[in-house]
Nanobody
Framework: QVQLVESGGGLVQAGGSLRLSCAASGRTFGLGMAWFRQAPGEERKFVSY????????FYADSVKGRFTISRDNAKTTLYLQMNNLKVEDTAVYFC??????????????????WGQGTQVTVSS
């Protein structure tokens, strides 16, 4: 089993920055990890993915160049540095993890483990 706990959300003005963290525990070795987000009334959407080694990263077009995903495998922690935040980034952000061969990393169905989410609100 894998447990995921997000932190770091909050209220920030447009143009500002936030850093989300996700503390992972359990059998986390080799798991790919990602961030998804869900705005009110919308489906949960892919934000960013990082491979188990941290050597490969992928981003949704909407956040490319502004967000950076990283992981500290020694601390079993996942991060999402969010810069130049926009009002449309407002959402609940979820940390998630999956085995490396679980399918397309951009789809929620590939992830058996989820955190409870952390709210990010960007004001204009």
């Amino acid at each position: 089993q894998v447990q995921l706990v997000e932190s770091g959300g909050g209220l920030v003005q447009a143009g500002g920055s936030l850093r989300l963290s996700c503390a992972a525990s359990g059998r986390t070795f080799g798991l790919g990890m990602a961030w998804f987000r869900q705005a009110p009334g919308e489906e949960r959407k892919f934000v960013s993915y990082i491979s188990g080694s941290g050597g490969s990263t992928f981003y949704a077009d909407s956040v490319k160049g502004r967000f950076t995903i990283s992981r500290d495998n020694a601390k079993t922690t996942l991060y999402l540095q969010m810069n130049n935040l926009k009002v449309e980034d407002t959402a609940v952000y979820f940390c998630t993890a999956r085995p490396p061969t679980a399918g397309n990393f951009a789809y929620t169905a590939a992830y058996p483990y989820w955190g409870q989410g952390t709210q990010v609100t960007v004001s204009s």
